[in-house]
């Protein structure tokens, strides 16, 4: 590898550092106010949405890696909404895998693991239990398994539907830019 591939693949790692810390900073601020302020269906319907967002970010990030730019290119031609933001999340199909994969998807474990943790403490309280080990250990099994069984399938889905999930995704995406639309 050269010294130019070297230096580039350095500086993402350290935006991608920031990146993680402020998008994990984001979502922990939000899943502590809304769990901190919910009974404990709320809480668990708040885990059940980290551990959806997760599951959702790994299929559209293994979609975007093995679509073809071209089917996009022609939807952009035609003046398809969206299909211009589907082109460019295809051509920066490794940062965007990286960016939904890794750091979304990893940042969504390790979330839902530390509201596994709140959501015990409030079945402790409700039902004044001193020892949660076995009910910690089956959400926490519950937790993983939904989140790799999610996973397992949505990426075999992905492959399916390649180009219909990255053009939702664009679609998706498209609503939260609305400044690049005056230009």
Do not use: H
């Not at 402020?22 to 551990?51: E, H, K, P, R």
């Not at 409700?126 to 020892?131: C, F, K, M, V």
């Not at 996973?151 to 400044?179: D, G, M, Q």
């Amino acid at each position: 590898m050269n010294k130019k591939n070297q230096k580039k693949e350095y500086v993402w790692a350290i935006k991608v550092t920031i990146l993680s810390f402020f998008i994990s900073f984001l979502m922990n601020t939000v899943s502590q106010v809304l769990i901190g302020n919910s009974n404990l269906t709320g809480a668990l319907l708040v885990l059940f949405g980290i551990v959806l967002l997760g599951v959702v970010c790994d299929m559209v990030g293994t979609a975007i890696t093995s679509a073809n730019e071209a089917p996009f290119n022609s939807m952009a031609a035609n003046k398809v909404s969206g299909a211009d933001l589907a082109v460019t999340l295809v051509r920066n199909a490794p940062i965007v895998c990286n960016i939904l994969n890794d750091v979304v998807g990893d940042i969504c474990g390790i979330i839902s693991g530390a509201t596994v943790a709140v959501i015990i403490v409030k079945i402790a309280q409700i039902y004044s239990l001193a020892d949660t080990v076995l009910i910690s250990l089956i959400i926490n099994a519950i937790v993983a398994s939904l989140t790799i069984g999610g996973k397992a399938y949505c990426k075999n889905f992905a492959l399916s539907k390649t180009n219909e999930i990255i053009y939702r995704a664009a679609k998706i995406l498209n609503l939260f830019t609305f400044f690049r639309r005056k230009k």
